[in-house]
């Protein structure tokens, strides 16, 4: 063997040494989708809409059946996910938004699970909305551990999947053939009309990219797709013809609906169109992570950031969208917040897998902390579910209690404590209202207020509520704070 050959040899080796030890902190993805609810999918029973991809995801991992967004909306909802606190303890409680684009920003002091992950060796990207602060401000995510970002900023603006611009890290991408024409839900056969494009599918490309450039050394993937989230615009394709033929409904015309939406004749249809949409995209992250080689090194993650919307045509009374479950968005009742929840890692997570673990999205930052062997972050208020999701349970903590505030409708408070539920309403206008009270195991439909009947669990969930919600000058909640 020639020294040119031995030397070519060597540093084979070394790269191949070299990968190996930088693939031994597992990849995380999060899957994030918008406003699907509990009952949206086929895994949980839902007859309408074609979900092959997400029941596979079930049936290759664990799901939960009691696993709970970080709110009712959007924004706080997010916030909740990337700082590991409960909204009464985040620094973004609301949707608030400034012109001419973006939310109330993340301050300084906010720590991200993803600067956490940038600064111990991982690629970081995010894929889709945002929302947790304007350009320029204290909140785009390159300032809250995003290496890569494409997508909305903005999430009023993500209302139009044919916008006029994105945003890459910090620059603005501009889609010049994306004009208002393409909203009024007429002649989207193919996704793209003329030089227009879909921004979802646009989004999920790119996000496809992130994977495979990053494939030998850890990354953090928080694929935040807009799909199924109003306005219900999806392009005409076999698929959303398929649904309009399936469900037959009569043809709305202009002005029917919410005008802040762009216009869709079959809502119905556009709706289902778009879940089954979203599904292709997670079977395109299963098939190439595991292209790849890659999939018993990645933990993969699915859910909701909140309960089923009804603007733009939505309709989830038609869907059964909240399943067996109350309310939808923006109710802090179950099918406000409870929401689908699977997690897939092959060989650390037996397939087929069910649990009742009772968690919510800030739990997602210690989890994501111990699967890359990084030492737990203090004062926060999750808990990790790595033993849950290992199958030994018996080594997880439980919570005492968990808790929700909402600061639209007249504000809402809710603790999930045990079989517990109190759900508490107009806090902002009332100084000391009732707590309404349901017991989960026998009603989880919350039919039925047993608060009279269980006045000691009351006060308990009070005595919770009131621990829980820490003043902040920004948000607000309680009659009797400073406005």
Known sequence: MSQYTRIILLLLTITLVQAASAQQHPNIIFILADDLGYGD?????NTFIHTPNIDHMATLGMRFTQFYAGTAVCAPSRASLMTGLHTGHTAIRGNRGFKPEGQFPFPDSSLTI??????????????????????????????????????????????????DHLWANGARVDLPGNTPSHNNGSGNTSGHHGDSVYSADLIHQHALQFIRDNRTHPFFLYLAYTLPHAALQVPHDSVYNNYVARFNEPAKTPGDGNAEYAFEPYPHAAFAAMVTRLDRYVGDILKEIKSLGLAGNTLILFSSDNGPHQEGGGDPAFFHSS??????????????????FIAVWPGKIKAGAVSTWKGAFWDLFPTFEQVAGIPATPNIDGLSILPVLLGQSGNAKAHDYLYWEFHESGGKQAVRWG???????????????????????????EQQDVAAQHPDIVRQIKADMQQAHQYNKDWPLLATEPR
């Open 419 to 445: 079989k517990w539920k109190g759900v508490r309403l107009g806090v902002n206008t009332i100084a000391d209202p009732p707590i309404e009270l349901y017991d989960l195991e026998k009603d989880p439909g």
């Open 114 to 163: 993803a600067t956490v992950l940038q600064n111990n060796g991982y690629t970081t990207g995010i894929f889709g909305k945002w929302g947790l602060g304007y350009p320029g401000s204290t909140g785009t995510p390159d300032k809250k551990g995003f290496t890569d970002f494409f997508g909305y900023n903005c999430q009023t603006l993500a209302h139009n999947y044919y916008p």
């Open 323 to 340: 399943g067996p479950l109350r309310g939808i968005k923006r109710d802090l009742y179950e099918g406000g917040i409870r929401e689908p």
């Open 41 to 45: 999918v086929g895994y949980q029973g």
